[in-house]
């Protein structure tokens, strides 16, 4: 029996009070093979092999959305152990820098989320754990900013 190891990274993107929270195309959704029935997204995907966490975040944001980012501290670590694969997920609060949102084939819309959006809406609990932390790391580095 084969097994395999991944990491993958993710960004809670941060832009005026609110995040961008990304609709996954059907044809994503159908040849996924970790999870083929979760429409919600972050930006973000599998790291290649000897590149840097925040390096291969940059690519990925960059190739799904088009956006310039300023990569932060990690917010969760994430393990997802099935079908003879351990993937390790690493989400990171990001800062929005420049550009406009182009999405790639792999999503088909997005939405700048605020946070009582984020907690009224139909997200999974481990994307708005992840937005809430990220929305609170910001606020804490803006206290010390002003501070």
Request: a negative charge; aromatic letters at 10%.
């Amino acid at each position: 029996m084969k097994r395999d190891f991944a990491v993958a990274v993710k960004a809670v993107i941060v832009k005026d009070e609110r995040v961008l929270v990304l609709q996954r195309s059907r044809d994503e959704m159908e040849c996924s093979y970790m999870n083929n029935h979760q429409k919600w997204d972050l930006p973000g995907g599998g790291l290649h092999f000897y590149e840097r966490s925040q390096d291969g975040l940059q690519r990925e944001i960059k190739e799904e959305t088009n956006l310039d980012v300023f990569v932060g501290e990690p917010v969760s670590l994430f393990d997802v152990i099935k079908n003879h694969i351990h993937l390790c997920i690493f989400t990171f609060a990001c800062s929005w820098r420049a550009g406009d949102v182009v999405l790639s084939n792999e999503h088909e819309a997005y939405f700048w989320m605020t946070k009582e959006e984020i907690n009224s809406s139909e997200l999974p609990s481990w994307m708005k754990r992840d937005v809430l932390r990220a929305f609170e790391r910001e606020k804490k580095e803006k206290l010390e900013k002003e501070g």
